[in-house]
């Protein structure tokens, strides 16, 4: 009797599929969980924050074209990562750095048309737009 018991000892495998099903059960949960974390928590993003910025808009009517923003706080706009545009496609990047108190003003955009503050993320191609503004 002994040979039989050693030989099915050997050659019986339903003890193996279990463990083997659980293994892999558990590597895919923790792959998943891993991969939700990053995706929820924005890791591996290489985006930098949007700036938070209270802001508004004057339109000088005697003055076609003439617009100033006004940052009433929040977040400085960085120069060169924020674009004023109108709806015909006139734009003007921000030169200068546009901090809490102080304004842009330009004269290269159409007054009737209405007015998009948009800051370009500077670590991927993406927009965001921060305000936008009617006549």
Known sequence: ?????????????RA???????????????????????????LGT?????PQAQLNAQYD???????????NGGSPLPAGQVTVMDQSNNNVTLTDDLTAGN??????LETSDDITVIWNDPNSSSETVIAEFSP
């Open 1 to 13: 009797m002994k040979p039989n018991r050693l030989h099915e000892l050997f050659t019986e495998d």
């Open 103 to 108: 304004s842009f003003e330009t004269d290269e």
């Open 46 to 50: 290489g985006g930098a924050d949007t």
């Open 61 to 71: 009517v005697s003055d076609p074209g003439n617009v100033t923003i006004n940052h």
């Open 16 to 42: 193996v599929s279990p463990v083997v099903g659980v293994a892999l059960l558990i590597a895919i949960t923790v792959i998943l969980a891993a991969v939700i974390g990053g995706v929820v928590l924005g």
